[in-house]
């Protein structure tokens, strides 16, 4: 099943998630289900909390990107509970989307090396180092589950100068080709 994604406005993608464990309900159908919406979206990874659900799981699908970094073919991934526990090597400046900021894109600096702890579909425990694209979508990710956004780390004047969109997003003033959840108050 689709869900919609929640947009700019939405005080659950600015609150830290909480951690799950073996007892969370219909967890595979909720990790098929966001996989199934990050496609529709065409995104590379999607957090718990941008379908509304303060929780430590995201996916990430970097098949979406293997016509042109053919090295990700077949890359579908979750993650529970997932923690940057070290960077390393340079600080990279790359543009970002995101899909709940439809029509927003600017470049962050993040480093270009990350090790993440997180446990997979079976509660299995993972710690690995991840460089390069997988890095960048993987802070990306758990910024969100962190209660960050991308747009924290923009310049002051970056994020200034995408004021009237940010509020338009806020507003439900936007087009995108994917359903959402608009910030009602």
């Not at 073996?22 to 909720?30: C, P, W």
């Not at 098949?63 to 390393?88: C, H, Q, W």
């Not at 790359?94 to 509660?123: A, M, T």
């Not at 970056?158 to 936007?174: C, D, P, S, W």
């Amino acid at each position: 099943m689709i869900l919609p994604i929640y947009t700019y406005g939405q005080g659950v993608l600015r609150k830290e998630a909480d951690e799950i464990d073996e007892s969370y309900e219909n967890l595979k159908e909720l990790i098929s289900d966001m996989f199934e919406t990050l496609k529709k979206a065409e995104g590379v990874g999607l957090a718990a909390p941008q379908v509304g659900l303060p929780i430590r799981l995201m996916v990430v699908d970097l098949d979406a990107v293997s016509d042109d970094m053919p090295e990700f073919k077949g890359y579908l991934r979750s993650y529970i509970n997932p923690y940057i526990e070290e960077t390393g090597g340079e600080m990279v400046p790359y543009e970002e989307g995101c899909l709940s900021f439809p029509g927003i894109h600017e470049k962050v600096n993040r480093p270009s090396k990350v090790r993440v702890s997180w446990l997979d579909e079976e509660f299995n425990e993972h710690d690995e180092w991840f460089e390069g694209f997988p890095a960048r979508v993987m802070q990306h990710e758990i910024d969100h589950l962190d209660g960050k956004c991308f747009i924290d780390r923009m310049s002051p004047l970056r994020r200034q100068m995408n004021k009237k969109t940010l509020n338009n997003i806020a507003a439900g003033k936007f087009n995108c080709d994917y359903k959402v959840k608009l910030n009602r108050k």
